[in-house]
């Protein structure tokens, strides 16, 4: 077996921040913004445990951790450190189902604007602790989830539409808008 590495790296929300192993977790991203969502993740469920843990998220190499208000990185990071550290090696589940290959639907606009969205922004979105997801696509207008660190960061809002509809708008014509769900 060989030795897990945990690093820390802070996240554009001050309440999250990404802790990166050197072993690939998931294929895609999972969410668990509350305790109750943590059921199906043993993973989720056991950092939950720790009083100052508001939510967990986990993409490819990486785990989010979201932290109570009352709470500093500075005391607590460590601990977490450790916790995901020892996680990864005793290969605690993230989730007890298995995870299904990306399949895009809808119209073909809607497996472009899905296409779009995998290709060239999820990646960007999780280097920054975070997801999104596509919801719907009506009148021009597309609606997304934003997940992990995304969720309730200040600086989501100029992301989604400088950045996130721009490239949309571009390469999808057919595309007016892009709205968030989590905002």
């Known amino acids: 077996m060989s030795t897990i590495n945990v690093f820390t790296e802070a996240t ?21 913004p509350t305790k109750e969502s943590a059921e199906s993740s043993p993973f ?21 951790l979201t932290k109570s208000n009352d709470s500093d990185w500075a005391d607590i990071e460590v601990i977490l450190k450790e916790f995901v550290k020892g996680a990864v090696e005793s290969e605690l589940k993230i989730q007890e189902k298995a995870e299904a290959d990306v399949v895009f639907e809808g119209t073909d606009i809607e497996k472009k604007i899905q ?15 975070g997801a999104i997801s596509y919801r719907s696509f009506n009148n021009g207008v597309v609606t997304v989830e934003l ?3 995304c969720s ?19 390469m999808v014509p057919e595309v007016s808008e ?3 769900e989590a905002l």
Do not use: H, W
Not at 19 to 26: D, G, T
Not at 118 to 128: H, K, S
């Open 44 to 64: 989720a469920k056991e950092l939950f445990k720790f009083n100052f843990i508001n939510g967990v998220f986990f993409a490819s190499n990486f785990v989010t």
């Open 147 to 149: 997940r992990g660190s």
């Open 152 to 170: 309730g960061c200040p600086s989501s809002t100029i992301t989604l539409k400088s950045g996130i509809e721009n490239l949309l708008k571009r």
């Open 115 to 129: 296409q779009v969205l995998y290709d060239y922004v999820r990646p960007a979105v999780e280097q920054d602790g």
């Open 12 to 32: 554009p929300n001050p309440a999250s921040m990404k802790f990166l192993v050197n072993k690939l977790l998931v294929n895609d991203s999972v969410d668990f």
């Open 178 to 180: 892009v709205v968030s």
